[in-house]
C-alpha cells in the first residue's frame, strides 16, 4: 500500500460505499491468488549466437541459437521486426491488416558475421548476437536495440522480457501516452498501466489514465519513432546522455522497457518529425475528424459575389504606403463592385459582439467553448448557464451533462424529476446553437431489472460482462454500486454496447465522452481496476486482464464510435474518451482527466496534449481551470486562454469544486476571455483545416517548437509554448504574476498579432503578456484562413520576407457528413514591393487581408 492507497482507505473506510469498496479490493486481491499463482523458477534466456537466415518479401528471418527475429519493412518506410515468431498481427493498434512488404528490401549479409536489410529511409542491421541497429541512408545509427532477454517460467506460463536500447547523446524523448511531466520525457521510469490516479493529478503523478509504449526521439542525426506493440502492463526507464567534454566520450542516453509477457515486437518510422507522424498515421489509422459544430461554423462555398471570377481581395493591414497585389483577372474597380466594402480590420472586428449574421448557405453556429460540470442538477440549471453565455456576447458550442443527470449514476438512463423533458432541452439548445454531449461510464448496475444489464446478459452464450476464471461475472464497485464491465474486446459485444446508444440519440445528445474506461473499480486499496486474472474474448483468442486492461478503452471507444456511425450514418461521430491506447485516434480524442487546480496542473495540461499529439492522438484538451479547488481568477484566465489555442476548449470541474463560467472571476476576467474567445471565433476556418490535416498527413493541431527544426537544440528543450499548425506561435503564460515573457523562436520572421511588433528567429526574444491577452505570433509568409466580419472566409496573409516565400493550405469545411473536402495550397512572396499571393491549380476565391507590410 503507498501513499495514495494510505488516503483512499481513509476517506473511504467508515462509509456504507467504503466498506464496499473494501470487499471489491479483497475479491480481487483473492481472484488472482487463486487464478494468477507465483511465477515460481523461471529460467532466462538470450537469443546466443546467429545460426543461419532465411530471406524473404521485404524482408526475412534471422536465426539465432535460442530465437528467431522476423524483418519486415513495409511499402511506405515502416519498420517491423519480431522475436520468437512475433508477427505484425493481430493488432489493437494497426489499422486492419498490416502494411503490404516494400518487395525492393532484400535482407542480406552484413558486417563482422550479421544481416541487414537496406531499405528507402532506413537499414536495419543485426548483429551475430542479437542487436539491432536502426540506420539512416548515411549510415549513422539512430537506435541500437542491445540482445534482448526473457524470463520464462520453468512451469510454464508468461515470459516476461527487457529490451534495453541506446540513442545518441543529444537524443531528447517524447511520447508514452499521456504524461503530466512531459512533453520531454526526463530521466526517471514510466509505467504503462491505464490508472486512474484518485481524485486529481499533477506533474508529480505517473501513471495517468492513457498510457502507450510509444517512444518519439529527436536528435540531431534524425527523427524516429518506435511503438512496442504489446499492451501488457510494463515499465520504461529513460536516462539521458551526455556528450563529453573536449575529446571525452559521450555517455549515450538509454531506453529500457520491461513487460510482464506477451510478444517482443516494434515498429519503427524515421525520418523529419512531420515524415514520421505520417508514417505512424499511416500504420494505425487516420484521426476521427470531429464533426463541424465541434469545431465551429460551416464554411461554404464563395458567394457568386466572391466567385464570379474574382481572385485574392481584400484589405491591407498597416501597409505603410506598400504596394499589394492579388493574382486576379477583374480591375479594381470591378473587384470592388463584387465584393462591396473591403473586409474591417482585425481590431475593428474584435471590438463587436458577434451577432447572428448567416452565412453562405448554412446558418451560423457560434464557434465558442465546450461547458462541462460535474453537477449541473437540473434543467434550470442548464438555461441558466447558457443564458449566462449569450447574455454576456460569448459564444457556447457544446454543454456536457455528467453522472448527474442519469437516474441512480446508471448509464443510459435520466433522472425525470431533474431533466424531466430531455429531448425538449437539446432542441431548444440547438436551436440556440448549443449542442448537447453526455457522459458514458463502461460499468453497468448489475441490478436484475436494469435494462442494460438485462439484455447484456443476453448477448452471445455467456453474456456480455468479463467473467473470473471460474466463469463468474466480475462485479467492481462504481458510482452506481455493485456493477459489471462489457468486454469489449469481443465484437458481438461491441456491436451491442453500440447500438445502446440509440438511447442517448433520442434524448437529444450529439455526442459522447467516455469517463471511468481504464476500467475503474473503486477500491480501499490496490490497483482500482479489475483482477488481472478477469478473462476476455481478445477478438477469439482468449486471455486475461493483464493483456486487455490498457486496450479497453480503445475497444470501448471503437464500440461507441462504430454504433454511433450505424445508428446516424449520415453525420460524423463525436466522441472522446479518458482512457485509451495506440491508434485511438482512429475514434476519436481524449482529454487530461482530472487535473488538479494549480498552476503546476495548468502546466501539465500543456504537456498532455503536446504529448499525445507526439503520440498519433491530435484532439485532446484539458479540464479548463482544473478539475478541483477554486482557481484564482488569473489562473482562470490563463488557463482559458491556454484552452483557447487547443483543440478540445473546454471548461469541467468536479462537483464539489468552484464554477468555471468566465462570469464568475470579475469583469477583467470575462473581458479577457471574450478577446480569446472571438479570437479563437476568428480562426475557426484555420482550426477546420488543421483537422482535416491531421486526418489526412497525420500532424497534430498543437506542435512543438521543433516541428520543422529537429536540429535545433534550444527549440527541442523549450515545453511552454507551441506552434500551432505552421502559422501561428502560441506562447501561454505558466506563472503568477507575469506580464513580459521570454520565447524561443523558430528560425524565420515573426509578427506579434496584436500589436505587429516584428521578431527574427533563431533566438530568444521577450514579448508583451498582459493579463487581457497570451503572446501570439505569426510566421512570416503564412496564409492563414479564418472568419471575415460578414461570416464567410478570408485569407489573412502575413507579409513575406524579400527572397523567403511563404505559404499556407486551405479545407474548406465540408459539413457534418462525410463529403469529401477540396485541399487548397496558397504560395505567397514579396515581388517588386508587392505581396503576392496566388493558389496552386486555380484561381484565389476569397479576400484576402495583408497583415505585417
Known amino acids: 500500500m503507498d501513499g495514495r492507497d494510505l488516503v483512499r482507505s481513509v476517506k473511504l473506510v467508515g462509509s456504507k460505499r467504503g466498506l464496499r469498496t473494501v470487499r471489491a479490493a479483497w475479491r480481487r486481491a483473492r481472484a488472482d491468488a487463486r487464478a494468477l499463482p507465483g511465477r515460481g523458477p523461471e529460467r532466462a534466456r538470450v537469443p546466443g549466437q546467429v545460426t543461419g537466415a532465411e530471406p524473404g518479401p521485404g524482408g526475412g528471418v534471422v536465426r539465432f541459437a535460442r530465437s528467431e527475429l522476423r524483418i519486415r519493412v513495409a511499402v511506405g518506410g515502416a519498420v517491423f521486426w519480431g522475436w520468437d515468431g512475433a508477427e505484425p498481427g493481430p493488432s489493437y493498434a494497426v489499422d486492419g491488416e498490416a502494411p503490404a512488404t516494400n518487395p525492393r528490401a532484400v535482407l542480406e549479409p552484413g558486417t563482422d558475421g550479421g544481416w541487414q536489410v537496406v531499405a528507402e529511409r532506413l537499414t536495419v542491421a543485426v548483429s551475430r548476437h542479437g542487436a539491432v541497429e536502426l540506420r539512416t541512408p548515411g549510415g549513422v545509427v539512430l537506435r541500437r536495440e542491445l540482445p534482448p532477454r526473457w524470463w520464462e517460467p520453468v512451469a510454464g506460463g508468461a515470459a516476461r522480457w527487457v529490451q534495453r536500447s541506446e540513442v545518441a547523446a543529444d537524443a531528447r524523448f517524447f511520447g508514452l501516452g499521456g504524461r503530466a511531466a512531459g512533453p520531454r520525457l526526463r530521466d526517471g521510469s514510466y509505467a504503462l ?33 518506435v511503438f512496442y506493440d504489446n499492451s501488457w502492463s510494463g515499465q520504461v526507464s529513460l536516462r539521458e546522455g551526455k556528450e563529453g567534454a573536449g575529446s571525452g566520450h559521450d555517455r549515450p542516453g538509454a531506453s529500457e522497457i520491461r513487460v510482464d509477457g506477451g510478444p517482443l515486437r516494434c515498429w519503427a518510422v524515421a525520418g523529419t518529425p512531420a515524415r514520421v507522424l505520417a508514417g505512424w498515421s499511416a500504420l494505425t489509422g487516420a484521426a476521427a475528424v470531429p464533426p463541424s459544430w465541434a469545431l465551429g461554423p460551416v464554411w461554404g462555398s464563395p458567394s457568386s459575389a466572391r466567385s464570379a471570377g474574382v481572385g485574392a481581395v481584400g484589405a491591407c493591414d498597416r501597409c505603410a504606403g506598400a504596394q499589394v497585389m492579388w493574382r486576379s483577372h477583374l480591375s479594381w474597380g470591378a473587384v470592388r463592385r463584387a465584393m462591396g466594402s473591403p473586409p474591417v480590420e482585425r481590431s475593428r472586428e474584435l471590438g463587436e459582439v458577434p451577432g447572428a449574421a448567416a452565412q453562405t448557405g448554412n446558418s451560423r453556429q457560434d464557434p465558442g467553448p465546450q461547458h462541462a460540470r460535474w453537477g449541473f442538477g437540473s434543467e434550470r440549471e442548464v438555461r441558466r448557464i447558457v443564458a449566462g453565455y449569450r447574455e454576456r456576447g460569448l459564444p457556447l458550442s457544446v454543454l456536457h451533462l455528467d453522472i448527474d443527470h442519469y437516474d ?8 425525470r424529476g431533474r431533466f424531466p423533458d430531455l429531448p425538449g432541452l437539446a432542441e431548444e439548445l440547438r436551436e440556440a446553437g448549443v449542442r448537447l454531449v453526455s457522459i458514458v461510464d463502461p460499468a453497468v448496475a448489475a441490478v436484475r431489472g436494469n435494462a442494460v444489464y438485462d439484455s447484456g446478459r443476453a448477448v452471445g452464450a455467456s453474456g456480455a460482462f468479463v467473467r473470473d476464471a471460474r466463469g463468474r461475472e466480475v462485479r467492481g464497485e462504481v458510482w452506481p454500486g455493485a456493477c459489471v464491465y462489457p468486454d469489449f474486446t469481443d465484437p458481438g459485444v461491441r456491436e451491442w454496447w453500440g447500438g445502446l446508444y440509440a438511447e442517448r440519440l433520442a434524448q437529444g445528445f450529439s455526442g459522447v465522452w467516455h469517463d471511468m474506461n481504464e476500467p475503474v473499480s473503486f477500491a480501499a486499496f490496490g490497483d482500482p481496476s479489475l483482477p488481472r486474472s478477469a478473462r476476455h474474448a481478445l477478438e477469439g483468442r482468449g486471455g486475461d486482464h493483464r493483456e486487455a486492461h490498457n486496450v479497453y478503452g480503445l475497444a470501448m471507444a471503437r464500440a461507441g464510435y462504430e454504433g454511433l456511425a450505424r445508428l446516424r450514418p449520415e453525420e460524423r461521430p463525436f466522441l472522446f474518451s479518458r482512457s485509451g491506447w495506440a491508434g485511438m485516434q482512429r475514434y476519436g480524442g481524449t482529454w487530461s482527466g482530472d487535473v488538479a487546480t494549480g498552476w503546476p496542473g495548468l502546466r501539465a495540461s500543456l504537456a498532455l496534449v503536446l504529448g499525445l499529439g507526439l503520440c498519433g492522438v491530435p484532439y485532446s484538451g484539458p479540464d479548463v481551470g482544473g478539475f478541483d479547488g477554486s482557481p484564482s481568477p488569473e489562473l482562470y484566465l490563463r488557463w482559458f486562454q491556454l484552452g483557447a489555442y487547443l483543440p478540445l476548449f473546454r471548461t469541467h470541474a468536479a462537483i464539489d469544486a468552484g464554477r468555471r463560467e468566465p462570469w464568475e472571476f470579475g469583469p477583467e476576467v470575462l473581458a479577457g476571455a471574450r478577446d480569446v474567445l472571438l479570437e479563437r471565433e476568428r480562426l475557426r476556418p484555420y482550426w477546420v483545416t488543421l483537422a482535416r490535416l491531421a486526418a489526412l498527413t497525420g500532424a497534430p493541431y498543437v506542435r512543438p517548437l521543433w516541428w520543422s527544426v529537429p536540429g535545433d537544440r534550444g527549440l527541442r528543450d523549450c515545453e511552454d509554448a507551441f506552434l500551432l499548425g505552421d502559422a501561428l506561435l502560441v506562447a501561454p503564460v505558466m506563472e503568477p504574476g507575469v506580464v513580459r515573457r521570454a520565447v524561443r523562436l523558430p528560425p524565420g520572421r515573426w509578427y506579434d498579432t496584436v500589436s505587429g511588433a516584428v521578431y527574427e528567429g533563431p533566438g530568444r526574444v521577450v514579448v508583451e503578456a498582459p493579463l487581457s491577452r497570451v503572446p501570439v505570433l505569426a510566421r512570416a509568409g503564412a496564409v492563414i484562413p479564418v472568419r471575415g466580419a460578414d461570416g464567410g472566409l478570408e485569407l489573412e496573409v502575413w507579409a513575406p520576407v524579400a527572397g523567403r516565400p511563404g505559404g499556407g493550405t486551405v479545407v474548406r469545411d465540408a459539413g457534418d457528413g462525410w463529403e469529401p473536402v477540396v485541399v487548397e495550397r496558397y504560395t505567397s512572396r514579396l515581388e517588386g514591393g508587392r505581396v503576392v499571393v496566388e493558389r496552386d491549380g486555380g484561381a484565389v476565391e476569397w479576400p484576402v487581408r495583408v497583415r505585417g507590410v
Open 408 to 415: 441512480g449514476h446508471r448509464v443510459f438512463t435520466v433522472d
Open 193 to 225: 498501466w491505464n490508472t486512474d490516479p484518485g481524485g486529481r493529478f499533477g506533474p508529480g503523478d505517473d501513471p495517468l489514465y492513457l498510457t502507450m509504449p510509444v517512444q518519439l526521439v529527436v536528435a540531431d542525426a534524425g527523427t524516429h519513432l
